[in-house]
């Protein structure tokens, strides 16, 4: 079963940026749509953003659209998603998800009840 595992969490001060990246160990990231997703304590995941198989496509949830950026590098077996411009309001659990593709993945991708699987989450902390 994929295992992802997310790294590049840690404290950042308001204003600041940050690069997480979503790794696989052991499996091919290429075979599926990746997703990124945040969790405050108390309220729901939502999704952050999504991207293809190829990278071609992507999808941006409003939470933080202007602000993230995803990418992947299949080379490097990565998915990476910037975020600049962090606010206290931003402080959550971020996850990466995997979906096994198929039409209209990159339109279902935002949402945590279509992912199949999940990383365990790195803690974004934004405080001055």
């Known amino acids: 079963q994929l295992q992802l595992v997310e790294s590049g969490g840690g404290l950042v001060q308001p204003g600041g940026s940050l690069t997480l990246s979503c790794g696989a160990p052991?499996?091919?990231?290429?075979?599926?749509?990746i997703g990124w997703f945040r969790q405050v304590p108390g309220k729901e995941r939502e999704g952050i953003s999504c991207?293809?198989?190829?990278?071609?496509?992507?999808n941006y949830g409003d939470s933080m659209m202007g602000r993230a950026t995803i990418t992947r590098s299949n080379g490097q077996n990565k998915v990476y998603l910037a975020i600049n411009r962090l606010k206290p309001e931003d402080t959550a659990v971020y996850y990466c998800a995997a979906l096994t593709p198929a039409y209209g993945s990159i339109y279902k991708c935002l949402s945590p009840d279509a992912m199949e699987f999940w990383g365990k989450g790195t803690l974004v902390t934004v405080s001055s």
């Open positions: 991207v293809s198989r190829s990278g071609d496509s992507t």
């Open positions: 052991g499996f091919l990231l290429e075979d599926y749509v």
